[in-house]
């Protein structure tokens, strides 16, 4: 089985294909993974890329999102996502864990995990959701730091370094497009000016930058959810959708559960869920089983 047959491309070749997105003109459009075994629906669904959420890496484990996720544990799951896709993955590196050595040593690990590009924020540490009341964010001089040492610490040129700023929350617009300036300055290839207001904010970061911007549509935040051509039209090149899947599945099962309790029986779910043969059919059960039939010698259940 070849490298592309197994859905794994080598990494420098997912970064190629993230940097010509964000510069194709067309709105990259990244959806946060809720467990590796969401990833290749994402990719069959014809989305450009598959983002990893540090929110919803935290919640997996039960933990809030106010930065107690290691480095080892986001490292490791973004390993495991990117692994199961030949679409670019991008991967929420929090403050980076630490001082700009630390940074350095995180950028190095998502660099050898397979990822295609990581944002950095410039909250202090330990930080929170970005569309939390109560950030703070650290000097401009220490977020460059951190960009400057992520910069220099990767050995793939076309790694994307994403420089976050979260001060519009804090300092006011004015400010945090004055630091998205800087972290671009500083080597940033991509800003994430993160909970703006209104399509104008978004697309005076876009005009006053020469690096691409994001967009964060997370539901429940700060920001309306607008359309992808709305945003493509404010000069937006790419949108992440970080817990979008998350959040459906969660109410999936807690409504689920309900019905469970209350019936006695799931039988009035199971036309609800996904099929025992679709399941087989993602995990590409009959690609294994054909593989080497000499060592994987089974066969593929049919659904009952």
Do not use: W
Not at 232 to 238: L, T
């Amino acid at each position: 089985m070849s490298a592309d047959e197994s859905g794994v491309l080598a990494p420098t070749r997912r970064r190629q294909a993230f940097r010509a997105g964000l510069s194709s003109g067309r709105i990259q459009r990244y959806v946060g993974a809720f467990t590796p075994l969401s990833v290749p629906l994402i990719e069959q669904a014809g989305f450009e890329g598959v983002y990893i959420s540090g929110s919803v890496l935290a919640a997996e484990r039960g933990l809030p999102d106010i930065g107690l996720t290691t480095a080892s544990e986001v490292i490791g799951r973004g390993q495991e996502i990117a692994g199961m896709t030949t679409l670019p993955a991008f991967i929420d590196a929090d403050t980076g864990f630490g001082e700009p050595s630390n940074v350095a040593r995180t950028v190095t690990g998502l660099e050898r995990a397979g990822l295609a590009g990581a944002h950095l924020e410039d909250q202090v540490n330990p930080k929170r959701c970005g569309h939390l009341d109560g950030k703070q964010v650290v000097s401009t001089e220490e977020m460059l730091r951190r960009v400057r040492a992520a910069v220099v610490a990767r050995t793939d040129p076309e790694f994307v370094i994403c420089a976050r700023t979260d001060a519009r929350a804090v300092e006011g617009f004015d400010a945090a497009l004055e630091r998205a300036r800087a972290y671009a300055d500083a080597g940033a290839d991509l800003i994430f000016p993160e909970a703006l207001r209104d399509l104008a904010e978004f697309e005076a970061f876009a005009s006053a930058l020469d690096v691409p911007i994001l967009a964060n549509m997370t539901e429940f935040g700060q920001s309306e959810l607008f359309t992808t051509t709305q945003l493509a039209d404010a000069g937006v090149s790419m949108v992440i959708y970080p817990v979008t899947l998350q959040r459906l599945a969660m109410g999936a099962i807690e409504a689920s559960l309900s019905t469970l309790a209350e019936e006695g029986t799931q039988a009035e779910l199971v036309p609800q869920m996904q099929t025992r043969a679709r399941l087989y059919e993602v995990l590409r059960y009959a690609d294994y089983s054909t593989f080497d039939a000499d060592i994987f010698d089974f066969a593929v259940p049919g659904e009952h």
